[in-house]
């Protein structure tokens, strides 16, 4: 008997959606098409003669332990390290409180299977990151969005939210949030915006998971204070990742939470891969006691502020003056929002393929029908200087064509 | 107000439970204590100065891939060469049939939380691997155990138990099994055993999920066909990994399966951690392709052989002679059962833990109360030869004086 695959397949494999983003992969990938899509880091900035030198002598000197498996916790010393980095930043924190995880994704995944309930509702900012959206989802839990201006977050929108949902008997449990350069849209929640947000969770009993891969890549100013340093409730569960600040491959990230949180993660996580790259682990150890990481950082963000404003630039040149985009202080996004009177940006997309441009249109970012229509995610992380300029113009050509059409058909011609 | 962390766990961390082993960890770690108790593969075989140098020289060339993410599939270059190797072995695969895993471990999670729903039984072997029953029951999955001898699982006690489920309308969809040097028995599933069990999954519309991570580690004859190789209706998945046959700190597996079923695996693995390291990818692949695996293999099983042989004499030499114990032909597990009139093994381990020798009792290994109190799993993967000689004579000791004991209460002195 053939076995009919439709047949075996649990029910939770209805909630599982893939990133459009990562769809996108094969095609981002031939060398013609400029992409904005991927939110990849770029691979010229990775440091590799450093690396491929670290770890021909980490492995010669401790490979007995560094190509061993690990505790499901991870190594104790990058543990420490990282606790200390923490505390040093305002945000207490000892080896016991951290989790070593396979970058921030499995960070979100171990919270979703540890906190949300089939059917739970949970709060994610809006628009918001997919890969945290598609965990939720795939726990059977319903992310809602919470409007967001260019402070963040609206705290209103958020207490509303609550409470409506609480009136249904519907109370949520976790507002997920990326308060640093958010993905998809480069907004910084400002430091009266988190201290309203963390006043609204203390009221409502509510955990915040604070998701922080970017706070690092700062290209003007400062960061405020994270949640974690400002909560005095621990009600902060906080994911940091080595993916952006050093290199992805390696697949190392951490969280950091109350110990009886993370008692359970650690029991999630051994069922899920029993412990991360302990090879992984010890590189961005070594990198990072030395202080290298650090200079690292400093080297990045020069160098990916330069792709920013070039982005930036290119768009206030090329693109049609009623496309509104977001100025992101760090990170790897813009977010772009056009006019009703365009077509959609899944649409403008389709075009754009055409003549080998590719971003990410915005429906994904959005847990409703419609949501995002408008929208769209930028990333100039990956494409290099040249290729940002000639991207973006490209597309302007494309939609000074498109506001043309468009303001013919308004004038009924 | 502060948070009451338990009001926050979803339903299913009911499900959740620790690794017996995993919590050991910390113990058989101290210097002083033999352990037999963890199935880590031993260090001092690790060829960390090729390792070394592979990696300095990998990343050197092609850090700007193998230091990125990669597709959630994983590499094509690897998955080729898998499919290559397997296809060779009797079990034809594309690329397209395979995604890399963290470790095999992870692929027993993804095929859980993809064919699992709550309150499905799953046919595993009895006694049967504690990590592949932990991520079936994290899932909500009920682990039903199949009585197994020397040949491995009995086919009639597999189709009884299939059709006693089917008669309460609780029909088994999935058999689970490691049909090479089981872990925790060592057994290995006959040929004939494995077309009879093959036969009744047809008969039965049954999905095998064969998990083969000791098939290579052979220090005697040959290992059978694989399921996948016997199999004509595409109705096995297949997990291999490079962590006992190379090394675990990359953390490196792979499934193959129908290329449907690997299609929702793909998109449940996108949600979980993006991708497996691309380092260690590359990593295996560099050193697959050059046939230096191979090669390692061959030296793994004649230092493998020697641990084995210098437990099994050790045994003989110095456990009392109603001891029955296993004789594993390849991997790094022996199963020893104590008569009922010795202490369970749980007591046992307790009083030679107090000696600092530990090995793991079997009560884990079974998913019914009392199963495998008289059973325990020794390893002898990790200690070197002068350990395990040590730690089996301790033992065997101590065993001496529990039957002297027992003899003495037995006769009512």
């Given at each position: ?5 439709d ?25 013609e ?10 691979n ?7 690396i ?8 010669m ?10 505790s ?16 040093l930043e305002?945000?207490p924190?000892?080896?016991?409180n951290?989790?070593?995880?396979d ?7 171990l ?19 997919i ?15 919470i ?27 976790v507002f997920?949030?990326v308060?640093?350069?958010?993905n998809?849209?480069?907004v ?5 915006r988190?201290k ?19 706070g ?5 100013g ?42 359970k ?9 029993l ?14 006691i030395k ?16 792709k920013?404003?070039?982005m ?6 090329y ?7 977001t ?21 403008i ?34 494409p ?24 013919l ?5």
């Amino acid at each position: 008997m053939t076995i009919k695959w439709d047949n075996f397949f649990a029910d939770r494999t209805r909630h599982m959606t893939g990133s459009q983003i990562r769809q996108f992969f094969a095609l981002t990938e031939k060398p013609e098409v400029i992409s904005f899509a991927g939110g990849f880091p770029g691979n010229e900035f990775f440091p590799c003669a450093d690396i491929s030198a670290a770890l021909a002598d980490l492995v010669m000197k401790d490979g007995k332990e560094a190509l061993q498996y690990t505790s499901t916790e991870g190594s104790f010393n990058l543990r420490s390290y990282l606790a200390t980095r923490m505390t040093l930043e305002g945000a207490p924190n000892k080896a016991e409180n951290i989790i070593i995880t396979d970058g921030s994704q499995q960070g979100l995944d171990l919270l979703s299977r540890v906190l949300v309930n089939n059917g739970d509702p949970v709060l994610v900012e809006e628009p918001a990151y997919i890969g945290g959206m598609s965990a939720i989802k795939s726990y059977g839990g319903i992310p809602v969005g919470i409007k967001m201006d260019g402070q963040g977050v609206i705290p209103q929108e958020l207490e509303q939210t609550i409470e409506s949902l609480t009136a249904k008997n519907k109370k949520p449990k976790v507002f997920y949030t990326v308060p640093n350069f958010q993905n998809p849209t480069g907004v910084t929640t400002s430091g009266q915006r988190r201290k309203e947000v963390l006043a609204i969770a203390s009221r409502h009993n509510l955990v915040i998971i604070e998701d922080n891969p970017y706070g690092d890549l700062c290209y003007e100013g400062e960061v405020p204070a994270s949640y974690m340093a400002l909560d005095r409730n621990s009600q902060v569960i906080y994911l940091g990742s080595y993916s952006k600040i050093l290199i992805p491959g390696i697949r190392i990230g951490w969280m950091a939470g109350p110990e009886k949180l993370i008692g359970k993660v650690v029991l999630a996580k051994q069922t899920t891969n029993l412990c991360s790259s302990s090879l992984g682990q010890q590189l961005a150890y070594r990198l990072s006691i030395k202080g290298y990481v650090d200079i690292h950082i400093t080297k990045l963000n020069s160098l990916y502020k330069q792709k920013r404003d070039i982005m930036l630039n290119a768009m206030k040149r090329y693109f049609p003056a009623d496309i509104k985009h977001t100025e992101p202080k760090g990170g790897f996004f813009i977010w772009v929002t056009f006019p009703e009177y365009y077509p959609t940006s899944r649409e403008i997309l389709d075009l754009a393929l055409k003549q080998n441009v590719a971003f990410v249109h915005g429906e994904g970012f959005y847990n409703k029908e419609g949501g995002g229509c408008h929208g769209a995610r930028f990333s100039f992380s990956q494409p290099n200087n040249l290729e940002i300029e000639k991207g973006i113009k490209i597309l302007g050509k494309l939609l000074h064509d498109l506001a043309n059409n468009s303001t013919l058909k308004a004038s009924g011609q």
